[in-house]
C-alpha cells in the first residue's frame, strides 16, 4: 500500500492510503518536524473509496483493536457532530484493505509535546 502523510505543526495530520493489503503508521510519522514529539492521535474524519472492506486497528497489527471497519464508500466528517474515535489513541495505527483497490483518507488530530515548548499563549 502507499501511504502519503501531510503534517502540520500543532495541528492535524492528513493520512492518504492507497491500494490493497495492509499498511502500518506510526505515531512517530505524523510529527511535523524533530521539535515535535507525537502522544496520541484521534480520527477526526474518515473518507473512503474501495470495492472491499477497509479495517482501522489501533496497534502494530491486525491483533490490535478493532476501531473501524468501512464498507465500499465512507465520508464521515465525524468533527461536525464534536467527536472523535480516540480509542486507543496512544497506539500506532495499521490499516487493511480487502478490496482489489481504494483509497482511504484519515484526518487525526495530535497531542504532542514541543522542544522547546510554546511560550507566551
Partial sequence: MAVTITNNKRSKSVIRVTGTGNTLIN?????ADSDETIQSASLT??????NGIWK???GDDSSGTLILELPEG?????TLH??????????????TNTGANGTLILTVSKQA?????ATGM
Fill in 27 to 31: 505515531l512517530s510519522s505524523l510529527s
Fill in 45 to 50: 474524519t474518515v473518507l473512503s473509496t474501495s
Fill in 56 to 58: 482501522i486497528y489501533r
Fill in 74 to 78: 465512507v465520508d464521515w466528517p465525524l
Fill in 82 to 95: 464534536d467527536i472523535s474515535i480516540s480509542d486507543g489513541k496512544t497506539s500506532n495505527i495499521f490499516v
Fill in 113 to 117: 509535546v514541543y522542544d522547546p515548548p
